[in-house]
């Protein structure tokens, strides 16, 4: 698990996730932007071979 503090999520940071999941052997990443009236708003799924 990593933890960034950044103002707003960069594609790199989603190829980035993606990345950690092929290294790890992991199907599901998620990004959270925790900045977001609804925290459903702010979760980002990214999937490793699905």
Do not use: C, H, W
Request: charged letters at 25%; proline letters at 2%; zero cysteines.
């Amino acid at each position: 698990m990593k933890i960034k503090l950044v103002s707003k999520i960069e594609p790199v940071y989603k190829k980035q996730v993606l990345t950690y999941l092929r290294l790890t052997g992991m199907k599901l990443g998620l990004l959270v932007k925790f900045n977001e009236a609804l925290i459903q708003d702010g979760i980002s799924r990214i999937l490793n071979n699905l």
